[in-house]
Nanobody, 118 residues
Framework: QAQFVESGGGLVQPGGSLRLSCVVS????????AAWYRQAPGKQREWVAT???????TYADSVKGRFTISRDNAKTTVYLQMTNLKPEDTAVYYC????????????WGQGTQVTVSS
């Protein structure tokens, strides 16, 4: 089963930027849709953005125009470029395959913490 290793989080001031990376250990990564999710303290995990195997991208309304999801199939890595960060973006960010999340048969990585604060 694929494993996901997220990195790139940190502490940033409001209006700042961060680039998250997620290395996926699966040979068939290029054929899979990949997505970013986040979980803020005391809240349920929520979907952030999806990048399909055909490179179509979709975003949650809360991040549209500020976040960009991309992928590098040669590196089996999915990225999340975050700009104009807001305090409400503070969360642990995870990546995974949306198909597995929907099915419920999902194992999450350790995630990467993003904290937006002055």
């Amino acid at each position: 089963q694929a494993q996901f290793v997220e990195s790139g989080g940190g502490l940033v001031q409001p209006g700042g930027s961060l680039r998250l990376s997620c290395v996926v250990s699966e040979r068939n990564f290029r054929f899979r849709n990949a997505a970013w999710y986040r979980q803020a303290p005391g809240k349920q995990r929520e979907w952030v953005a999806t990048n399909t195997h055909s490179l179509t991208t979709t975003y949650a309304d809360s991040v549209k125009g500020r976040f960009t999801i991309s992928r590098d199939n040669a590196k089996t890595t999915v990225y999340l470029q975050m700009t104009n960060l807001k305090p409400e973006d503070t969360a642990v960010y995870y990546c995974n395959y949306p198909s597995r999340v929907v099915s419920g048969d999902v194992t999450w990585g350790q995630g990467t913490q993003v904290t937006v604060s002055s």
